[in-house]
């Protein structure tokens, strides 16, 4: 979850420590810190349970997108996929940090209380050939997601959704079991807390009304609507609230993406996570689209080291002969004792280490 990212740049940690001050400042804020949870061992970790992952994942999310905007990486038109929309509307400027973390915050609250017997299912089929499974269920199960032409996530009752398992497992189609605690996102089980959700958003803004998005160029395609939103539309508590509820149309917002006249023309693809979750469904839809010239990168692997793999990023951007600030990606960031940052070149950390090694000696 981007430890390593912390340990080797402090402008990352100044990031989500922004971030834990923005939760500190809330009436109802969080008795444990975006960091602390960030280094927590694996073993006693609780990132599975909605009250972190949201969080935790829109505040890697805001902090890659801030570190990489260092390194000249920006993006011209942004996508998110069911809360991962949080992210997106930061980068593409309609949003700010603080609102952002504050939405994500808000929305692993009220999916916490959540008690129904709800569950999710991933099934490697198109949302018109699930359709007949679907058919007898009387609503409750429905498409939550989207993601491929080949792929969507079911959502709903658990007892419902066993049922439509076991059909597909008699068909040999491909399902899985999606570890959500128990939480039916994107279906009639988050319509009890979108009222709270909302008042919550309110509240927070009353209390300390946001701070301003950073300005930015990039436009963000809906996967709420499937349409663009535009700098004059209001991404409110009432858009995160549709968010939580509606089926997330994350293929038909590719899509559009690609194809939109409004849209600035695009060839790559940069999936912001702790993980790269979409490859799979971004493979499907260029495949079956013909989306021939748009590729793909991830910037965080599950299991690899993070530093590692963002520097693996910015060299296939390189290779790809995109503008980058190389020089600033080779420099070193070391936190000075006013809070600053100074940025060291490896030649200068070289001739220090040699010279540490000569006093010793």
Not at 329 to 345: F, N, R, W, Y
């Amino acid at each position: 979850m981007g430890a390593e990212l912390i340990t080797y740049y402090p402008s990352f940690l100044r990031s989500i420590r922004i971030l834990d001050r923005a939760l500190e400042d809330l009436v109802d804020g969080p008795n444990w810190t975006l960091e602390d949870v960030l280094l927590e061992d694996a073993a006693t970790s609780r990132v599975g349970e909605a009250e972190f992952s949201q969080p935790l994942c829109t505040a890697i999310q805001i902090a890659v997108v801030q570190l990489l905007a260092t390194w000249g990486i920006k993006p011209c038109v942004t996508v998110g996929h069911s809360s991962g929309e949080i992210g997106a509307a930061y980068a593409a400027g309609l949003i700010s940090a603080t609102e952002a973390i504050i939405a994500a915050y808000y929305r692993g609250k009220v999916v916490a209380d959540v008690k129904t017997d709800g569950a999710m299912l991933a099934v490697g089929l198109g949302a018109e050939a699930v359709a007949p499974y679907l058919a007898n269920m009387d609503g409750k199960v429905l498409v939550a997601c989207h993601n491929s032409p080949d792929g969507v996530t079911l959502s709903g009752d658990l007892l419902a959704i066993e049922t439509v398992k076991a059909a597909l497992d008699t068909a040999n189609v491909f399902s899985r079991i999606v570890k959500t605690s128990g939480k039916a996102y994107h279906s009639h089980h988050m319509a009890p807390v979108s009222e709270k959700y909302e008042s919550l958003m309110r509240a927070a803004a009353a209390a300390a009304p946001f701070d301003a998005a950073q300005p930015s160029d990039a436009i963000m395609v809906s996967s709420v609507t499937n349409s663009i939103i535009t700098k004059s539309v209001s991404v409110d508590e009432k858009y995160w609230s549709a968010n939580l509820r509606s089926p997330v149309l994350f293929n038909q917002a590719v899509q559009t993406m690609a194809t939109d006249s409004q849209v600035p023309k695009i060839d790559l693809l940069i999936e912001i996570g702790p993980h790269s979750a979409l490859s799979g469904p971004i493979r499907q839809i260029c495949t079956s689209n013909k989306f021939d010239k748009l590729g793909y990168l991830p910037t965080l692997l599950r299991g690899a080291d993070s530093a590692a793999q963002l520097l693996k990023l910015a060299g296939e951007l390189f290779l790809r002969n995109y503008p980058l600030d190389m020089e600033r990606i080779t420099l070193v960031e070391a936190p000075l004792p006013s809070g600053k940052i100074h940025l060291v070149t490896t030649s200068a950390l070289c001739l220090c280490s040699l010279s540490l090694r000569c006093c010793a000696s």
